[in-house]
């Protein structure tokens, strides 16, 4: 593992550096693509408003993984990431227009654990909006 972040270097409240992750409606049918998961929920319109939905709706394992990389980017190494895990609160509805949408993500340290591991806390944001709730991830630091 190459975690470039020291476990010394670190207290109770470090805020990791928060990103942005704009989603289109492209972006979602690559992660069909790539996932396997053509739920048409997640790319037609009219199939979404027929169930219920306001609209297409981003994938929820895709929120999830892009909320994490605000994680695996301040920690320099994915595989520190030992533990991750979050609730979805919410879906990331995803307009068809220039702009899509536009998940945010934040994240602290919560807590000092043993060996060299933290718990860290983040927020996913869209629209104004909690989408992921008791998002946590237990990171292996050097």
Known sequence: MTTKISYADVEVGTELPAQSFPVMRDT????????????????????????????????????MAAAIRVVTDWVGD????VEYGVRFTRPVIVPNDEKGALVEVSAKVAAKLDDNRVRVDL???????????????????A
Do not use: C
Not at 34 to 45: K, L, M, T, V, Y
Not at 51 to 60: K, R, T
Not at 78 to 81: D, F, K, T
Not at 123 to 141: C, D, F, I, N, W
């Open 28 to 63: 979602l049918v690559r992660y069909a693509g790539a996932s396997g998961d053509f739920n048409p929920i997640h790319w037609n319109e009219k199939f979404a408003t027929e169930v219920g939905l306001p609209d297409v709706i981003a994938h929820g394992m895709f929120t």
């Open 78 to 81: 994915p595989g520190a990431v």
């Open 123 to 141: 927020t996913a944001m869209s629209a104004g909006q909690k989408v992921l709730g008791m998002s946590r991830a237990v990171v292996q630091l």
